[in-house]
DNA sequence: GGCTTGCTTCGAGTGCACTCCAAGCCGTTA
DNA sequence: TAACGGCTTGGAGTGCACTCGAAGCAAGCC
């Protein structure tokens, strides 16, 4: 069975990496950007986007030029895709990963980003919560299961 | 003290109304540009244009033309404001809005244009609480409290 | 062979949500 | 009275994050 695990953790489609990056990303070129596109929600003009401005160290191409990415890179964009889709700019997904380049010696800066993130993220967590809150009150007014009041906002 | 209550709500300030917008709002023309801005967070440039697009009626003014917010239009904002930060695209706002003015055969639409926003801020609580997470892990690996197996994405 | 689908390039274009500018008016403070 | 800060307008400008176009190459399939 652990062989068997084993096996199929190689053979791990494009869609179950990008959704579950765990463990030690192999780094065989193996998915089209097409899969890569269909795992991530990423249109392949952005992925060849990110890739332009840095965001991603430049693919592995195949005998006719076509790219080809790895376990790594999409565990690095399924990263930077929870950065994205909860609000951290471009520019600060890029300093991240332009320090991560630069090596150990920038874990310190790269932590701290991740901390200021982590606060905003809290933060959006807070106001969603409010809002929701709000919402729960003006729909229950929409229902006329209590009075309007604030109907009119 | 019911009547010094209601005396100092007729002394509500700007910043006070828009956080709390409770209650039947009066309608007396009262606060400057400024102050709105101030208890918003948003610009006085983002009102005056809020209100060229129509998100917001027109402003009652001073005799000098100046704008003067009522706490009516506090409410609005502060309402307004929530969808925005919780991710409502303006066009949506506005489409809220328009309804609301076409008066009370539309509530059904407006009804249901907040529970699919209630069900997209939903959504994103839950990615946040999944990124969380995520960052959470990669923190206490930078502090050095757990194995690395992942830092470098 | 011919068709479809997907991929390549990079510069230009798009959509959103502000954001600013310039010129001028108004009310208050020194 | 003179300066100062805040307010007015419409239209133009900005920044972000994509998004697309055009021309062409390559692989798979009937």
Same mark, same amino acid.
């Given at each position: 069975m652990t062989a068997l695990a084993s096996f199929e953790a190689e053979l791990r489609t494009c869609w179950d990496v990008f959704r579950d990056p765990v463990g030690? @990303?192999? !780094? /065989? @070129? !193996?998915? /089209?950007i097409g899969e890569v596109s269909a795992a991530s929600g990423l249109t392949a003009h952005t992925l060849r986007w990110y890739e332009r401005i840095g965001l991603l160290d430049p693919v592995d191409r195949s005998a006719s030029g076509q790219r080809r990415y790895s376990d790594a890179d999409l565990h690095r964009l399924a990263f930077l895709g929870r950065l994205r889709l909860t609000g951290m700019p471009v520019a600060d997904m890029l300093r991240y990963v332009e320090l991560a380049r630069e090596g150990e010696r920038t874990s310190g800066d790269r932590r701290d980003l991740l901390l200021a993130h982590r606060e905003a993220v809290r933060q959006q967590i807070a106001d969603l919560h409010a809002t929701l809150a709000v919402l729960d009150h003006k729909i229950d007014v929409y229902n006329g299961r209590l009075a309007r009041c604030a109907a009119s906002h």
């Open positions: 030690a @990303p192999d !780094r /065989t @070129p !193996r998915h /089209t």
